[in-house]
């Protein structure tokens, strides 16, 4: 079995998509863990982000189990399955009843210290499953809070199960800017090599549809479904230069 670890309900797709369905169809089984999976606390913690984000995706006041819902469709269209870890999205996350992320500017900023999730993200217990073979894990480019904590327990994971085999995605749409993305790499506690993936088209198409079904979540890139389209393409032929792929780090000695 092959993990990808998606800080929430789109990251993997939207990242790596494409090798997922190429992996599914040469029969290859795959798991796309959603890692701020949790519910949000009851009642909600006053912040205007939560007000903001909630009014965006139009899905109620616990957008958790419609987020799921999609999550469960677009691994469908790539042959995934899905699992969830229930730590929450950093924006419902608190310290002393406190919404500790509170505006935009913060969720692309430094963990706060008393963040809970610092505590609660452990990831060696997947290294006693013999069937798991790699786990794949963002790189943490654009800087979202979510992606840093998953990043730093891959690279936990690596540095104390130094066998197991654990690659690095990067980040979509944020892996877009190019300054971010040298300065991801360039920063990386790690020397990194890159792989590149070559993809078929059909696993591009099932990419795009899958993300698709995220339908929540287009208006936060995209204007139209149709522009979302014309930019993964886009993206994936100029990492494949000229060809359609995906690119992938591992952490070199």
């Known amino acids: 079995m092959r993990v990808f670890l998606s800080p929430h309900f789109d990251d993997a797709v939207l990242s790596c998509g494409g090798f997922i369905r190429s992996l599914s169809m040469k029969g290859n089984n795959v798991t796309i863990m959603t ?14 982000l939560i007000d903001e984000l909630h009014t965006r995706w ?34 419902y996350r608190t310290h002393d009843g406190v919404a500790l992320y509170q505006t935009g500017e913060s969720l692309f900023g430094d963990i706060h210290p008393p ?35 998953v990043r730093n327990a891959g690279i936990h994971l690596h540095d104390q199960h130094p066998p197991f085999e654990i690659w690095f ?13 040298e300065a991801t790499i360039q920063n990386f506690p790690r020397k990194l090599e ?13 990419k795009i549809g899958a993300i698709a079904c995220y339908q929540s979540q287009i208006s936060t890139f995209w204007a139209t479904l149709n522009d979302m389209k ?21 952490i070199v000695e």
Request: charged share 25%; glycine share 6%; hydrophobic share 35%.
């Open 230 to 250: 014309n930019q993964v393409e886009a993206h994936m032929k100029l990492i494949g230069n000229g060809d359609i792929a995906e690119r992938f780090w591992r």
């Open 115 to 149: 963040d809970p999730a610092q505590e609660k993200l452990r990831l060696d217990d997947l290294t006693t499953e013999t069937f798991i073979k790699a786990v794949y894990v963002p790189l943490g480019i654009g800087n979202h809070v979510d992606h840093q904590l």
């Open 58 to 91: 139009d899905v109620g006041e616990n957008p958790v189990e419609i987020r799921k819902k999609e999550d469960v469709l677009a691994a469908r269209a790539l042959g995934a399955i899905t699992a969830v870890i229930t730590i929450p999205d950093c924006v």
């Open 35 to 48: 890692v701020m999976g949790g519910n949000p606390p009851d009642p909600l913690p006053q912040s205007p």
């Open 169 to 181: 995605y990067e980040d979509y749409p944020y892996s877009e800017d190019a300054t971010k993305r």
């Open 194 to 206: 890159s792989v590149i993936q070559p993809l078929k088209p059909s696993a591009m198409r099932a």
